[in-house]
């Protein structure tokens, strides 16, 4: 069975980029004030969860645009999310300082930037497959 890749491309983009938008605006919605959620919010974690959202979108436009070395930025992606997630899961787990539902969250994150980056992964194998055998 042959993969569609476009098609796999153009369904992790989408997700990278609804992901980065929901991420966007809930992150805006807590630092501006508007909502006001039940647990301690860790403003450097909101910052970067928003300036991610950021980086996040424009990858995913990328990606849709099959950008050659997508997979570069979404491994940067994936790590930063990786680091993060335990940073926060060491805060968490001593002082507290970060809530459990931001922890929960990161891991949501490296989950989806981890599937992201398998699919941008594979395509991209594909094509260097393709490439390699056609020569």
Known sequence: M??????????????AIVFSLLSIVEGLKVL???KIPEYLVF???LIYNIFMGVIGFI???????NYK???ILVKIILGAHLI??????????????????????MI??????????????????IKEDYIISRS
């Open 43 to 45: 403003t450097p974690l």
């Open 59 to 65: 990858t995913g436009m990328l990606l849709w645009l």
């Open 84 to 105: 993060v997630l335990l940073i926060i899961g060491i805060l968490f787990l001593t002082s507290h300082v970060a809530a459990f539902q931001s922890l929960q969250a």
């Open 32 to 34: 501006s004030g508007i």
């Open 108 to 125: 949501i994150r490296v989950i989806i930037w981890l599937i992201i980056f398998l699919v941008t992964f594979k395509t991209n194998k």
């Open 2 to 15: 042959k993969i569609n890749k476009s098609f796999y491309r153009k369904l992790v983009a989408s997700l």
């Open 69 to 71: 070395k997508i997979v």
